[in-house]
């Protein structure tokens, strides 16, 4: 019996998730975030492909600024990526997909019969065993030559996605090929689609062979192919990430690859999807691809309603009380609060750019902040001083650094902490305390098999992130 068909997933980790602001922020958006189930949007996605054969590590792209959190969260459900490629800026999809054939092909050392199967790290699917068997039933076409893409069977005239006409024959494969892509349609246009039944919303889900993508990007788009080629060669490997080389990857022009390339190519075949996908684009998909009550809500955290009807309704930290109350979607985060109808939430990205306008941080950060060590809450914060909670994972530490400008200090309320203050060292345990003065070189760290929890009161002229002096470090960072 011959051995299945080795397919690797391509995780596209980019993009920003700003329609579902106030719990999808540019700092941690929607794709490392628990939205359905337990897991977070990544962790499914990785998942969910555990039925398939030929099955191997996946490869993902990311954003530079999110490296930390995509490894912690593959570490987390026992996966470990062939390769995390670091984009250093974002470039639309076209780019990565460049970037991650080119790897493949580099990977498989001249291998030809791998395929690549290039998935959105932050959509839904409610059943993975038709999702793995629709991608089965197209590996045939991907092994000949066609670059399959995947439409979703239309079940409501969605504006928010963008569709796929399929030619109404069949190729050699039993696929339809691709007619035309259109973008995003207004309502009128989106009922005539689903009445005309040769339309398919556009997944942004593909399988194919690395090499045969290649050569369509060089036909097509020579000029990012090129960028991207020498954005690699040139690439440098960073601890467990490989940095793609920023001047090279700059060049590559901002473009999706449905434009680049699936709009122009003749090799484009469309594999019918039923399997209850969704890409969560905004808080009324949300509501919809989520487990409903008796009244139509969808109920998450800490929340008490009466005669409330079609709502979503959720709380991340303080209590959420909803009276009387029909299609609405009420968000609570410890720093901001969303309520809309939920015909109006697809306005929520105008807001986040009103807010970014504004230089307000609510639009791009939590008061909770991710570091590779463990995190940070900022509670509560005055003119020249604020208090932050600091959680440090066992056998994590800080970097050896000083401040310009602050002094700390620090209280141990959970733990063991290990400290080092101008090169002498410290072990403090539960309730002891330590001062770090301005200029002092510093470094903090958990030599526990528990997490570490310590209180920090900063105090100084100015308190921001960027007055660090970082002299060593076990992440590679310089800041950040």
Partial sequence: MASPTAVIPVVLCGGVGTRLWPLSRSAYPKQFLSLVGDHTMLQQTVLRLAGLPGLQPPLLVCNHAHRFIAAEQMRAIDVEPAAILLEPVGRNTAPAVASACLQAMAMAAGQE???????????????????????????????????????????????????????????????????????????????????????????????????????ELERCAPDLLHAARTSLQQAHQD??????????????????????????????????????????????????????????????????????????????????????????????????????????????????????????????????????????DTSVEGERWQVKKIHVKPGCSLSLQMHHHRAEHWVVVQGTASVEKDGKPLLLSENQSVYIPLGCRHRLGNPGRISLELIEVQSGPYLEEDDIVRFEDHYGRTSG
């Avoid at 569709?163 to 007619?179: C, K, M, Q, S």
């Avoid at 973008?183 to 398919?200: D, I, N, V, W």
């Fill in 113 to 215: 019969n791998g395929l690549l199967l290039v998935l959105a790290a932050d959509h839904a699917v409610a059943h993975a065993e038709d999702f793995c068997a629709t991608i089965g039933q197209a590996v045939p076409a991907a092994l000949g030559g066609r670059l399959v893409t995947f439409g979703v069977t239309p079940t409501a005239p969605e504006t928010g996605y963008g569709y796929i006409e399929a030619d109404p024959g069949t190729d050699e494969f039993g696929l339809h090929p691709v007619r035309r892509f259109v973008e995003k349609p207004s309502r009128e246009r989106a009922a005539t689609f689903l009445s005309q039944g040769s339309f398919y919303w556009n997944s942004g889900l593909f399988l194919f062979r690395a090499s045969v993508m290649a050569k």
């Fill in 239 to 376: 601890l467990d990430f490989l940095r793609l080389e920023s001047e090279a990857f700059c060049r590559c022009p901002t473009v999706s690859i449905d434009v680049a390339v699936m709009e122009q190519t003749r090799l484009g075949s469309v594999a019918p999807l039923t399997a209850g996908w969704s890409d969560v684009g905004n808080w009324s998909t949300l509501w919809r691809h989520g487990d409903h009550d008796e009244r139509g809500n969808t109920v998450c955290g800490r929340v008490l309603h009466e005669n409330v009807h079609n709502c979503y309704l959720r709380s991340e930290h303080r209590l959420v009380v909803g009276l009387g109350l029909e299609d609405l979607v009420v968000v609570e985060t410890n720093d901001a609060v969303l309520v809309a109808r939920r015909d109006q939430t697809q306005a929520v990205k105008q807001v986040v750019a009103r807010l970014q306008a504004a230089g307000a941080r609510e639009a791009q950060a939590h008061q909770r902040t991710y570091r590779p060590w463990g995190y940070y």
